[in-house]
């Protein structure tokens, strides 16, 4: 190559470099935060059973043959729906009967009333005892009373027309069909199966140790067994105080927040609780910690601190138990540490850096 063209590209060059130079010596923005010593948080996982918040044995609450059953194991139904007819014949000329004693009722009492208003005239007059008075008032009170047992009567009717009918109580899913159309049933008969689906809880047995510590700041995570790769949201909602004797345990209930409807009643699942304990450790979050292949963990330190300017130097760490966005270190830190928390990436030794306010 020649001479003159090897001159011209070392020419070149040279400004390249004092920019990489440059690059290499101009404080790089950061953010910090500070090594605290806080509370150790603790995690207890336990499993338990997914649970609707409403259930219910559904039964006849009347005796007939069961003439419409519309619903199957899988049904949705909502709160009003007719799930099950039995067969209205008999109730309803009963019904019937009834209706017409009540309309008959009211006809004496009209006509007792009216004989009684005519001799209350006449008697005025003379015309009639006063004894014969008497009697018509007797007749009105009597054919009043009858009107109220028809009418009571005519009431009860109604309702036993309307027993005929198994309405849904609220929202849900079949769960079971005991009974098929065709069949007679009892009163009090058995015949479907219905949960709720919109409001689940799951139900743990926790340790007693515990129940001082859980609340409904308890922060919680849920797995589904069937869905393991997709965490729920949840938040204690009851402590049972009432121990099992045996194992010493109690009850606690979760609220899930389950907006895909992943949860089903029956299901299997696994809650993290994570609580305070009374030990205290030093503390900092966990995107100040650099991992490296090799399974070691470092910080970078502030160091040299001339207002917002400073420099850097490397910490190996032990670290302990993490949580959420904290981590517990062990060994490697002094409490009140300032460290480097967002901008930790391709960091050097000594390598200027300007601590941004904290966001």
Do not use: C
């Amino acid at each position: 190559m020649p001479r003159r063209l090897l001159s011209l590209l070392a020419w070149l060059a040279l400004p390249v470099a004092a920019i990489n130079a440059q690059n290499q010596d101009a404080p790089k923005p950061v953010t910090t935060a500070q090594a605290v010593v806080d509370h150790v948080v603790t995690t207890l996982d336990l499993t338990g059973t997914i649970v609707p918040k409403r259930q219910a044995s559904l039964s006849s609450r009347a005796s007939g043959l069961i003439l419409k059953l519309p619903v199957d194991a899988g049904s949705t139904v909502k709160t009003g729906d007719v799930l099950m007819e039995l067969d209205p014949a008999l109730a309803s000329l009963a019904l019937e009967r009834v209706t017409v004693e009540t309309q008959q009722a009211q006809t004496e009492l009209t006509e007792a009333q009216r004989l009684l208003d005519e001799v209350r005239e006449l008697a005025k007059v003379g015309g009639f005892s006063k004894s014969e008075a008497q009697t018509r008032e007797t007749a009105v009170r009597i054919q009043t009373a009858n009107l109220a047992r028809a009418q009571v009567q005519l009431r009860e009717q109604k309702e036993q027309l309307a027993r005929h009918q198994l309405i849904a109580p609220f929202d849900g899913v079949i769960r079971q069909k005991l009974s098929e159309e065709g069949e007679w049933v009892q009163t009090g008969t058995p015949v479907l199966e219905l949960v709720e689906t919109t409001h689940l809880h799951l139900d743990l047995q926790a340790p007693q140790e515990i129940y001082a510590q859980l609340n409904d700041n308890t922060a919680v995570t849920v797995h589904l067994d069937a869905y393991a790769d997709t965490p729920l949201k949840a938040k204690v909602a009851t402590r049972v105080p009432a121990k099992d004797p045996v194992s010493r345990t109690f009850l606690v209930r979760l609220d899930l927040t389950d907006p895909e409807k992943l949860a089903a009643p029956g299901m299997s699942a696994r809650a993290t609780l994570s609580f305070r304990s009374k030990d205290q450790a030093l503390q900092i979050p966990r995107d100040a910690i650099v991992r490296f292949p090799n399974g070691t963990s470092k910080v970078w330190i502030v160091q040299n601190s001339d207002g917002p300017i400073a420099t850097v130097r490397s910490q190996l760490v032990k670290t302990g138990q993490a949580l959420n966005d904290t981590i517990t270190i062990l060994e490697g830190l002094e409490p009140g540490t300032t460290i480097i928390l967002q901008g930790n990436e391709s960091l050097r030794e000594d390598q200027p850096v300007t601590i941004l306010p904290a966001p």
